[in-house]
């Protein structure tokens, strides 16, 4: 089960403007040992209760408070650019009829 937008927060601080690093996390884990870094694939990643999960999904829970229905696009073309202004939902394609 996905975790809550509430949970994420609660573990990252999200600087929606940033760009290099727009995730922070929280200084009171404790004992939480928080693991990010990047996948293979060159995209930022981060790893909550156990799962990792791409930074521009959790980027958009945390915004939106939903995880994205649809693939997340850099509008830049840059995978590391998770600032808010240049992630977005991408259109499912239509079915021809």
Same mark, same amino acid.
């Given at each position: 089960m996905k975790p809550t937008a509430e =949970?994420? =927060?609660s573990l990252l601080y999200y600087k929606s403007y940033e760009l %290099? $690093?727009?995730?922070? @996390?929280?200084? @009171?884990? /404790? &004992?939480?040992s928080p693991r990010s870094g990047t996948h293979e694939d060159g995209y930022l990643q981060a $790893?909550? &209760?156990g799962t990792v999960y791409p930074a521009d999904q959790l980027a958009w829970l945390i915004m939106t408070g939903e995880w994205p229905a649809h693939e997340i696009v850099h509008? &830049? /073309? #840059? %995978?590391? #650019?998770n600032s808010w202004n240049n992630i977005k939902e991408k259109a499912p394609l239509a079915k021809a009829a």
């Open positions: =949970r994420v =927060r %290099k $690093e727009p995730f922070v @996390w929280q200084t @009171w884990l /404790g &004992d939480v $790893e909550i &209760d509008a &830049d /073309g #840059n %995978k590391l #650019n």
